[in-house]
């Protein structure tokens, strides 16, 4: 009886009805600091209900003026353009559940953080001096500070401001940063210097010089001319080698899109002083290819774009172990999170890093000598480096890596996507049987993810293909499109051992390439007998309208409409269409019925009838001002010898042909001052901008020589 009353009493319980969970939500972070121009991630966790679904938004103070930013569907919350009155804001979320729950956190509005641009002039001797300091991210209050010092700065708008100092300090360089003020003081961490007192005596001609700028750098300007004639083209090298890094925005400085990160391409390839480091980052950048295509944001892009910048001058073993780790690069193509082969589920490892790391980025299909030409069998056939079974085990090697474990989180089987780090194994999903590499060499079974790569980078680095393959890349990329096989040769066996038995040593590499003598050979300018100058390479778009811009001493700075110039010229920076970059580094102009020669001219590929009227366009949109407020031309050197024409294209000789224009150049440069009649200055003007325009868009321009 005891026992049925028992029973009875439970399953009266049972038939309680449950009390409901009361629906709630929580933000995070519940108070957050975000500077204008930068965004901060919230996240909402909803318990008591099935339906997690919320709603976002956000609202100043009542009473407050302005616009309290927005926030998407994902809780990511972008500050408005321009502070509001107030600059506290309040977001909130909302369940979509029944009962409606909500949370809210509170966001103090800081003043943007300014970047430098570029300044002008760009070196000052005597005071009493103006500045003007071109960027983004200005306000009101805002104060210039060189060499540290603050300077009377007068606010122009948000990418401009000017300032004035009578002392000067001391040199031979100072540091020019903006600090904007409270809220949220913060100072520009951009690194732009003006020069402190003149240059040397020269010591090597303009022509030389010059002529060195345009392989070491995105064209001569003034400033770098002098520079480099007072100290020479190998001091100038080594003093590269250590300049400062001009830096991308940080991602979290910078909206999701790429357009900011591409306009600092231009200001960075416009005023940056470490100028022979952005010009190998950038072609770097062609060899181990991403693409804005896929990946699409700056969070992704960005620190892809670090690694090759810190890694330019490095060596070429740490850039590949850096670049395969990149979760960029395991993104685009598809190393991260690529598992071990699965016989049940009828899976296999990834191959598609594999196969591109050993055909684009090392050693190439063919075997190669060291000077670049290609190896025969017995048949005369070309002999392959490697064929789909290297393939299918090399994809081994890459198999359970992914995202780097944010902070605080636990390593996951497949990690949420981060862009920051290497990636890192997950060693249950590495595939641990035996692989058989290049040259037959075998790694036993057993071994751990970080081993096997470790080994595998090893052995394609050890590859004699390696050192031709890149030497010629680099080549192509800095001095000529079609090196000689003794060119190669020469800069490979550097390449192999830089003198103190180092292999790989990239800034030993760059300083062969611009010192060997196939590089110097013209700076006096082109042989007068046969063979005919087949030397030099097409201005890929990347590289002719930085080139035009510093010859024309212009200033740009991150408002710059630059990339969609260079887009209408065929190349889209940072978005190349394919692994294969924006050009075939074997691309052959066809042979003309002349020489008969078939060249080498990768950039060549771009090119076509439309491609050369768009050329003709970007050169009127540049000389004629049509580049919008980011980029500011000023023609006063030029139209002030506008009234006289060969004093002009005296100038622009000196300025974009290394002072060795030809006959043909200046005839036709004279042809077009002296169709324009009249002494005024509106008439100089016009002349010195018909001249501009005719050098620029000429062929022996388009061509770097």
Known sequence: MGIRIVQFALSGLLMLPLASAQTAVTIVPVKAEVHLGTFVQFAAHVTGSTNTTVAW????????????????????????????????????VTTLATPVASASAQVTLDNPIPAVASTSPSSIQTGPYTLTINGSGFVPGAQVLLGGAGLATTYVSPTRLTATGSKLPTGPRAAVAVSNPAPGPSTSTDVVTVLIGSEGPPIISTSVASRFLDQAAFGPDVDSLAHVRSIGLQ???TEQLTLPISPYPTPGQTAHALGQVQARFFTNAVHGRDQLRQRVAFALSEIFVVSGITETTSAQILPYLEILQNDAFGNFRKLMEDVTLSPTMGEYLNMVNNNKANPVAGTSANENYARELMQLFTIGLDELNQNGTPQYDANHNLIPTYNQTTIQNFAKIYTGWTYPTKPGAVLQEHNPADYVGPMVPYEANHDTTSKTLLNGLVLPAGQTAALDLKDALDNIFSHPNVAPFIAQQLIQHLVTSDPSPAYVGRVAAVFSNNGNGVRGDLAAVVRAILTDTEARAEDHGPPVTPPPDTSGHL??????????????????????????????????????????????????????????????????????????????????????????AGTTIDFTPFSSLGNNPQGLADLINSRFFHGL????????????????????????????QAAIYVAVTSSYYTVEH
């Open 57 to 92: 938004s956000v609202a100043l103070p009542v009473g407050a003026t302005g616009s309290p930013g927005t926030i998407s569907f994902g809780g990511l919350y972008t500050p408005p353009g321009a502070m509001p009155s107030v600059n506290t804001v309040t977001v909130t």
């Open 235 to 237: 001091p100038y090298i």
């Open 539 to 628: 201005r890929e778009p990347a590289f002719v309208i930085p080139s035009i811009l510093r010859g024309l001493g212009a200033t740009v700075n991150d408002t710059n409409g630059l990339t969609g110039l260079a887009a209408g010229l065929g190349q889209t920076i940072f978005y190349p269409p394919s692994v294969f970059s924006y050009f075939d580094p074997g691309y052959p102009i066809p042979p003309d019925f002349t020489s008969k020669l078939a060249l080498l001219g990768p950039e060549f590929q771009l090119h076509s009838p439309s491609a050369a009227v768009a050329r003709y366009n970007a050169v009127n949109s540049i000389v004629y001002g049509n580049l919008g």
């Open 661 to 688: 224009m030809p006959t043909t150049v200046n005839t036709e440069l004279l042809r077009a001052m002296n169709a324009i009649t009249g002494t005024t200055a509106a008439a100089a003007m016009a002349r010195a």
